[in-house]
């Protein structure tokens, strides 16, 4: 199959060019036009976002979400590759999953699926996994997510395990005793709200924690990669830095709604706000975009955790942590700090960096490269239309905020996967 998409834009530069594909790859920019001919409506081409964090609920929650919605709504976001999360009904600490979720993915014609398995068995943070099997199905990286891994020996063996299999263990970094019952950041606004609060220590402590684990097996000369998820506070990002400082294997994410929302908008009390951990202060929020500028963090991810509309309606003591957002995460950040962040930094921190993160190789727009690119409208605003999503979660707090950046084509594979009608 061969495809030719005219009038765009490559990332830094003003020149309008075209790009044909062929056989799944890139066969080179600028050629006579063959086979499909698609129009880029003058927008600028990058390659397809990565994300390395996302919650896709199959199997056995496909009420929130299952891998049809789920890397539809990844396509229609710009996506070409999605890490889904292992917290499903059975847990993914099985390589038979792993391989029944990779193979059903492959023939939906969406994002590429690299699902996450467990680092121990049923997230029950006990007992490990048998990591070598599950690597050798397909899983993308070790990881208890929504879980905390509280038995500190047990992420110890995982994390050598993992690292001598050259893979990571990614975590979810909250002392669940410090948490405890929180159900929002820890302050002012908790105590004003009569609300259970989530304190900064607890995702500290835990950092804290994980990071000298780490470094004790990195001074043996143990392999050991540790990846931080969806850092959310100043001083945990402090912790981080030092880690780097002293040239340990240590990688983290941000998530924009860490970046654009803060624990102000709970004084709503409603739910839609409610994830894990908490949307903290703005000078958490004002901290971590430095931590972008600078590359403290590592990469962007979304957490993108989908529930239905009756369980975020729940009171915030009772509802589920989670946000639904893979479909605007892009335009969203554009919108609001592509000034700050330059937007050949902001596609690093979408394509490059999480590649980096999880060491695969660079996406390239080179010829001869895998034909994984989307294209994006950087000047047309448009509405956030949460019944326009994709994703079987139609809301989220950005409703009716107009953004710009919004993709208009992804290809994955050479396939188009995506196209803004």
């Known amino acids: 199959m061969t495809i030719t998409i005219t009038n765009i834009k490559r990332v830094g530069s003003d020149k309008t060019e075209s790009v044909t594909i ?37 199997p056995g929650q496909t009420e929130k979400e299952d891998l ?9 976001g710009g996506y070409g590759t999605v890490v889904s999360m292992p917290n499903t009904s059975p847990v993914v600490d099985d390589p038979a999953i792993v391989r029944a979720l990779i193979e059903k993915a492959s023939g939906l014609g969406f994002a590429r699926l690299k699902p996450a398995a467990a680092l121990t068995r049923g997230q029950q943070g006990e007992t490990l996994a048998e990591l070598g099997y599950l690597k050798g199905a397909g899983a993308a990286m070790f990881t208890d997510d929504g879980r905390t891994n509280e038995n500190a020996r047990t992420l110890r063996l995982g994390l ?20 405890a019952d929180g159900v929002m950041n820890e302050g002012p606004v908790s105590e004003a709200l009569g609300l259970p609060g989530n304190p900064a220590a607890a995702e500290a402590a835990r950092v804290a924690r994980d990071i000298e684990i780490v470094a004790e097996l990195h001074a043996q000369g143990r392999a050991a990669r540790l990846h931080i998820q969806h ?11 030092g880690a780097k400082a002293r040239g340990l294997p240590v990688t983290c994410e941000v998530c924009p709604h860490h970046l654009t929302l803060t624990d102000e908008a709970l ?54 942590s989670g946000i639904a957002y893979i479909e605007l995460a892009f335009p969203l950040m554009y919108t609001r700090f592509g000034d700050a962040l330059g937007l050949e930094k902001l596609v690093d921190l979408f394509t490059a960096a999480p590649a980096r993160v999880m060491g695969w190789p660079a996406p390239s727009l080179d010829a001869g490269a895998v034909a994984d690119l989307v294209v994006l ?45």
């Not at 049809?68 to 229609?76: Q, R, T």
């Not at 107009?402 to 994955?412: A, D, E, I, R, S």
Request: proline fraction near 6%; aromatic fraction near 4%.
């Open 68 to 76: 049809a919605s789920g890397l539809a709504a990844a396509a229609a």
């Open 267 to 320: 004084r709503s009390f409603d739910a839609i706000y409610k994830v894990a951990p908490p949307l903290r202060t703005q000078a958490d929020a004002d901290q971590l975009l430095v931590g972008l500028k600078d590359g403290s963090v590592d990469c962007l991810a979304t957490d993108h955790a989908p529930h239905t509309r009756a369980e975020k309606e729940r009171d915030l003591l009772d509802a589920p």
């Open 22 to 58: 062929e056989h799944g790859v890139i066969k080179g920019w600028n050629l006579p036009e063959e086979g499909q001919v698609l129009d880029g409506q003058g927008g600028t081409v990058a390659p397809a976002l990565i994300e390395p964090h996302a919650h896709l609920r199959e």
């Open 160 to 179: 050598e395990t993992a690292g001598s299999l050259g893979m990571i263990v990614s975590v979810h970094a909250e002392d669940a005793s410090l948490r």
């Open 231 to 241: 850092l959310s506070t100043a001083r945990a990002l402090d912790l981080v830095r």
């Open 377 to 421: 409208d950087l000047a047309t605003e448009r509405p956030v239309n949460p019944a326009e999503f994709k994703s079987k979660a139609k809301f989220t707090p950005w409703a009716g905020e107009t953004l710009k950046g919004w993709p208009l084509l992804t290809v994955v594979d050479g396939k188009v996967a995506y196209q803004r009608s």
